[in-house]
């Protein structure tokens, strides 16, 4: 029988990462959210470790541990912690429980997977989760689809790529407005497109286990729940027939992919401007009688030199990225690979800055104002999974902060911000997606 393992941390997408983690490895998983929960985890199933975030929202780690040890004595435990965070909690938490392991965030995951076989081996024969198909979640490379959603976006001119090996390139340009695609009046029935070449595969499809869920305002916490585990893999989201895929390396989204139609590459270009309608539909032509990438043919027309399709197909795959902060539900499929798609031009970019922009720019009003309650009491949280120092904070957000101690209301803070109140309600939307701030319990 398979050892069971309990995870427990606020980070919902996290815990789910992580059960995908373990569940492939063999391991059978469970997992909360809080303290509670989790001790009545703890009682009912027969856990043989605890992976216990130091910092939850109704009690510390160690007590979580301390609860769980008494009921289950010679339970594994292992405390996850961020690495800039104080050292009084995990001093009282080697104290309290000194045989318990550390691991810092963000870690490495396959580093702990090794950490939890060393602590609780899988009995000889246990099988990883097997391969399963997920037709439903596949992207179908031979189908463009138009979305009547689709809408404007700003790109701001300045992008870093990584290209042919290890060469790494921070490009600069004008800003780019991506306009809205034409609208047609209807979704037309799936248009074929030329047989893909060999290294784009027809379909993108997890290529084993895999792990589903909801997108409701969590796009951001995806996006973290792998830069803390800087694990490799692919992120699928569907809304209706559109679907896009975001890979991952090391916890950073390189690159994107999707079945929009107006996410192509050439489409791309004619909605920034930099070609004409009737030039995509020249280039288009002669791709498809030549089976090459339209990219090859902009360039051998002189449409598009060969430094600018570095910078492009970077902003291209930001676009693609960011639209997906504007999906307020639709549904997610994540897996994991040992190498992400072997694109030869990839994104170079801070999750948390991505994410603080997408929320900023694609969050429609009425959106951020269910976030951003007039009531709400914010307050820095304990454990947030990135520094202040690594953010690209605005001045007035930097002198806004310290503000939010959990004493005054949204609303009594925007009264004072001497700021469009929008734009104000965007940042706190931004600051409570990446966990900097948290609301007060009342």
Same mark, same amino acid.
């Given at each position: 029988?398979?050892?069971?393992?309990?995870?427990?941390?606020?980070?919902?997408?996290?815990?789910?990462?992580?059960?995908?983690?373990?569940?492939?490895?063999?391991?059978?998983?469970v997992g909360a959210s809080a303290g509670?929960?989790?001790?009545?985890?703890?009682?009912?199933?027969?856990?043989?470790?605890?992976?216990?975030?130091?910092?939850?929202?109704?009690?510390?780690?160690?007590?979580?541990?301390?609860?769980?040890?008494?009921?289950?004595?010679?339970?594994?435990?292992?405390?996850?912690?961020?690495?800039?965070?104080?050292?009084?909690?995990?001093?009282?938490?080697?104290?309290?429980?000194?045989?318990?392991?550390?691991?810092?965030?963000?870690?490495?995951?396959?580093?702990?997977?090794?950490?939890?076989?060393?602590?609780?081996?899988?009995?000889?024969?246990?099988?990883?989760?097997?391969?399963?198909?997920?037709?439903?979640?596949?992207?179908?490379?031979?189908?463009?689809?138009?979305?009547?959603?689709?809408?404007?976006?700003?790109? #701001? =001119?300045?992008? *870093?790529?990584?290209?042919? +090996?290890? !060469? %790494? &390139?921070?490009?600069?340009?004008?800003?780019?407005?991506?306009?809205?695609?034409?609208?047609?009046?209807?979704?037309?029935?799936?248009?074929?497109?030329?047989?893909?070449?060999?290294?784009?595969?027809?379909?993108?499809?997890?290529?084993?286990?895999?792990? #589903? =869920?909801?997108? *409701?305002?969590?796009?951001? +916490?995806? !996006? %973290? &729940?792998?830069?803390?585990?800087?694990?490799?893999?692919?992120?699928?989201?569907?809304?209706?027939?559109?679907?896009?895929?975001?890979?991952?390396?090391?916890?950073?989204?390189?690159?994107?992919?999707?079945?929009?139609?107006?996410?192509?590459?050439?489409?791309?270009?004619?909605?920034?401007?930099?070609?004409?309608?009737?030039?995509? &539909?020249?280039?288009?032509?002669?791709?498809?009688?030549?089976?090459?990438?339209?990219?090859?043919?902009?360039?051998?027309?002189?449409?598009?030199?060969e430094t600018e399709r570095l910078y492009?197909?970077?902003?291209?795959?930001?676009?693609?990225?960011?639209?997906?902060?504007?999906?307020?539900?639709?549904?997610?499929?994540?897996?994991?690979?040992?190498?992400?798609?072997?694109?030869?031009?990839?994104?170079?970019?801070?999750?948390?800055?991505?994410?603080?922009?997408?929320?900023?720019?694609?969050?429609?009003?009425?959106?951020?104002?269910?976030?951003?309650?007039?009531?709400?009491?914010?307050?820095?949280?304990?454990?947030?999974?990135?520094?202040?120092?690594?953010?690209e904070l605005e001045r007035w957000e930097?002198?806004?902060?310290?503000?939010?101690?959990?004493?005054?209301?949204?609303?009594?803070?925007?009264?004072?911000?001497?700021?469009?109140?929008?734009?104000?309600?965007?940042?706190?939307?931004?600051?409570?997606?990446?966990?900097?701030?948290?609301?007060?319990?009342?």
């Amino acid at each position: 029988m398979a050892p069971t393992i309990l995870i427990v941390d606020d980070n919902k997408e996290l815990v789910s990462l992580l059960t995908s983690l373990f569940e492939d490895a063999g391991y059978a998983v469970v997992g909360a959210s809080a303290g509670k929960p989790a001790i009545e985890l703890g009682k009912s199933r027969p856990v043989a470790l605890a992976l216990v975030d130091l910092l939850l929202p109704d009690m510390m780690g160690f007590h979580l541990a301390e609860a769980l040890v008494a009921a289950r004595p010679g339970l594994s435990l292992v405390f996850m912690t961020g690495v800039f965070k104080g050292a009084r909690h995990s001093k009282e938490a080697l104290t309290r429980v000194p045989s318990a392991l550390f691991v810092e965030k963000p870690f490495d995951a396959k580093q702990l997977l090794e950490t939890v076989k060393g602590l609780v081996p899988l009995p000889d024969g246990a099988a990883a989760t097997a391969p399963a198909d997920n037709p439903d979640f596949e992207v179908e490379l031979e189908v463009d689809f138009e979305d009547a959603d689709q809408e404007a976006m700003e790109l #701001t =001119g300045r992008i *870093k790529v990584t290209g042919g +090996g290890d !060469i %790494t &390139a921070e490009l600069s340009g004008a800003t780019l407005t991506a306009t809205m695609p034409p609208r047609t009046g209807s979704v037309p029935p799936p248009t074929p497109l030329p047989t893909p070449l060999p290294s784009t595969p027809a379909r993108l499809a997890p290529p084993g286990t895999f792990r #589903t =869920g909801q997108l *409701k305002d969590n796009f951001p +916490g995806l !996006i %973290t &729940a792998f830069y803390l585990l800087r694990e490799t893999g692919e992120l699928t989201c569907r809304k209706g027939q559109v679907k896009k895929v975001v890979y991952f390396e090391a916890g950073q989204p390189v690159f994107a992919l999707s079945n929009l139609a107006a996410d192509r590459f050439g489409q791309f270009l004619v909605r920034v401007g930099k070609i004409k309608p009737e030039q995509l &539909a020249d280039v288009a032509e002669v791709a498809k009688k030549t089976n090459r990438r339209t990219g090859d043919v902009l360039v051998e027309r002189g449409l598009l030199r060969e430094t600018e399709r570095l910078y492009f197909v970077g902003q291209q795959v930001k676009s693609i990225i960011y639209s997906l902060f504007a999906w307020p539900e639709g549904e997610y499929v994540l897996t994991f690979q040992e190498k992400a798609r072997a694109e030869s031009i990839k994104l170079d970019v801070f999750p948390a800055n991505f994410i603080a922009r997408g929320v900023k720019k694609l969050y429609k009003p009425e959106r951020i104002a269910r976030l951003v309650r007039p009531e709400d009491r914010l307050m820095p949280s304990q454990h947030p999974p990135y520094q202040l120092s690594e953010l690209e904070l605005e001045r007035w957000e930097a002198a806004l902060l310290p503000r939010f101690d959990g004493t005054h209301t949204n609303a009594e803070v925007l009264a004072l911000a001497q700021r469009p109140e929008h734009q104000v309600r965007a940042f706190l939307a931004a600051m409570l997606s990446l966990e900097v701030l948290v609301r007060r319990d009342v």
